[in-house]
């Protein structure tokens, strides 16, 4: 009878923690996404081999999936690279525009390697608050960035591939 007892107590201690632990799970979401973007900026040369650039960037996100939080909404980021003996460094952030109107607003750090054409680089990206009902969404995203051959003077293009991955409040 204790045995019997003990595996029934075992069995509903495992489903309940179980469960709770798929379900907690589950509040977090990854989404693969796409963005491009385009953007200006201003040069401040600092010496031959050494240069600080502020830009803005505008751009828009494509879930890969085609659905999700973050599909078929709109991004805007400012910041700053400071470019020294052949890499750089930048800081900056973001605002996602959701289709509902709501905001989600993020800290992103990114850098690389300096050439013509601009090699690939990394980034990742904190996910600092929101608007409404996204005030208390937590996350972060890791991106790869390319750039592109502008397609007017003045501009940047680029594009990146990213995994958003958060939680609702």
């Avoid at 179980?18 to 977090?28: D, K, S, T």
């Avoid at 400012?78 to 709501?102: F, I, N, R």
């Avoid at 005030?135 to 390319?146: A, L, N, V």
């Amino acid at each position: 009878m204790k045995t019997r007892l003990l595996v029934v107590l075992s069995l509903i201690a495992l489903a309940v923690c179980g469960l709770a632990n798929i379900a907690r799970g589950q509040n977090e979401v990854t989404e693969p996404v796409t963005t491009s973007y385009y953007g200006t900026s201003k040069v401040l040369p600092l010496g031959p081999d050494r240069g600080y650039m502020s830009y803005e960037t505008f751009g828009v996100v494509i879930s890969d999936t085609g659905a999700g939080l973050f599909h078929n909404t709109t991004i805007r980021c400012v910041g700053a690279y400071l470019a020294e003996k052949g890499s750089w460094e930048s800081d900056g952030y973001c605002a996602y525009t959701l289709k509902d109107g709501e905001k989600v607003f993020l800290s992103i750090k990114f850098g690389g390697k300096t050439g013509t054409p601009m090699p690939p680089a990394q980034g990742t990206a904190t996910m600092i608050g929101g608007t409404g009902k996204y005030s208390g969404i937590q996350g972060r995203t890791e991106y790869t960035s390319y750039f592109l051959r502008p397609s007017a003077e003045g501009i940047s293009q680029s594009y990146n591939k990213a995994k958003i991955i958060y939680k609702l409040p």
